[in-house]
């Protein structure tokens, strides 16, 4: 009585058996080394992954802080390209287009392995472009970034990824304008930035943005947790979150524990890198077959070492969550269910634990997860990891 059966998953690619509703629900990830390169090797591509990894049309694809793409059709076989600038932070594809962007407001279109185009992105010479995304739910573009002077561009549009228009201009010289994300079943798309007045702006077409302030201090990110929870989080020092139906309520509701966004074994540490800036490789995962989540999770983020000198990857059940009440007004408790918590391939390489985790990018794309990251093992080379 009151036994929970928990039903096989499906098989993924690079999924390792046996099962065990048990001991090992999800069976074990069998990851195998794909790219390994050291910097002796030139070229600056010992750089460390900046965008999220993605699958699109058919090709598994980031670009790291150099201003090189990774591209592979199999996420084993990887190819790299020169974009044409350094400091490139940003990837995405909508409209069957490819867009990459980063620092002087820089921005391109074109195809992995293919010729790359520069735009015009409304953002100025000196301003970096820290996130572009492709909105299905509105059929645009959205970039966003940190402008370098007062009614300078932070926010731009594109329906093509060619022409850009500028759709909101920065009041306060130098905030930072950090990340995007969408509530897929809705218009309504969030936008964090890294102002203690207006933190989060959020939009229901993506041309015309209105600035809440639901976390009383910078704030650089924003993601739609989708599952269960089916809720926009965002905050720095603590974490917030709201429903659709209620995103200009101010204040959002607490989310408590904030287990989404802080390292889950080291719960005192905050992890203020997670989608921040160039970070979205610590955003957290959805796999809409199985309903998971999955989470990067080094366990020490400002520490000069990794405690205990472990990297993680933690798999949340979304279908449900649990410890969820009210205590007051403003507070919302409830947490997707842990299932399964493995170390990566990447932490016995990992320089003897000497660095901080900044350097490393992960993605779950098209049923396959990708670890990339430099500064590897004692030659300090650049490897990539999947479960392909």
């Keep these: 009585m009151g036994q929970t059966v928990i039903s096989a998953p499906i098989v993924q690619t690079g999924q390792a058996y046996p099962y065990d509703p048990v001991k090992n629900p999800l069976g074990l990830?069998?990851?195998t080394q794909y790219w390994k390169t050291s910097t002796t090797n030139g070229n600056n591509i010992n750089s460390y992954p900046t965008s999220r990894i993605i699958y699109a049309n058919g090709i598994y694809a980031f670009v790291i802080n150099s201003g090189f793409v990774f591209y592979s059709t199999d996420a084993k076989n990887w190819n790299t390209q020169y974009v044409g600038s350094a400091n490139m932070y940003c990837l995405a594809y909508g409209n069957n287009t490819w867009v990459v962007a980063g620092y002087a407001g820089v921005l391109y279109t074109g195809t992995p392995g293919g010729t790359w185009?520069?735009?015009?992105?409304?953002?100025?010479?000196?301003?970096?472009?820290?996130?572009?995304?492709w909105i299905p739910t509105v059929s645009l573009f959205i970039a966003c970034g940190s402008p370098t002077s007062s009614g300078a561009c932070a926010i731009a549009s594109s329906p093509d990824g060619i022409t850009w228009t500028n759709r909101f201009n920065d009041v306060n010289s130098g905030a930072i304008y950090a990340a995007i994300d969408y509530d897929p079943s809705t218009t309504t798309i969030t936008l964090a930035c890294g102002n203690a007045t207006n933190n989060v702006y959020y939009s229901t077409n993506g041309t015309s943005w209105t600035g809440i302030n639901p976390c009383n201090e910078a704030n650089y990110t924003t993601q739609f947790l989708r599952g269960a929870l089916n809720r926009f989080v965002a905050g720095r020092s603590s974490i917030l979150s709201s429903t659709t139906a209620n995103i200009t309520s101010v204040p959002w509701y607490s989310q408590s524990p904030a287990i989404y966004f802080q390292t889950p074994n080291n719960n005192s540490t905050w992890v203020g890198g997670v989608a921040s800036s160039s970070n979205h490789i610590y955003e957290m995962q959805y796999d809409s077959v199985n309903n998971y989540y999955y989470q990067y999770a080094p366990q020490s983020y400002y520490s000069s070492a990794l405690q205990n000198g472990v990297m993680e990857l933690i798999t949340y059940d979304a279908s449900t969550v649990i410890n969820t009440n009210f205590n007051n007004a403003t507070q919302y408790n409830a947490a997707f269910p842990i299932i399964k918590t493995e170390t990566v391939p990447l932490t016995s390489l990992y320089n003897g634990g000497s660095r901080v985790p900044t350097n490393f990018g992960y993605g779950y794309a098209n049923g396959v997860h990708i670890l990339a990251g430099n500064n590897m093992g004692t030659d300090l080379s650049f490897q990539i990891y999947t479960t392909a």
């Design 117 to 133: 185009t520069a735009r015009t992105s409304q953002f100025g010479a000196s301003a970096y472009i820290y996130d572009v995304r």
């Design 29 to 31: 990830k069998s990851w």
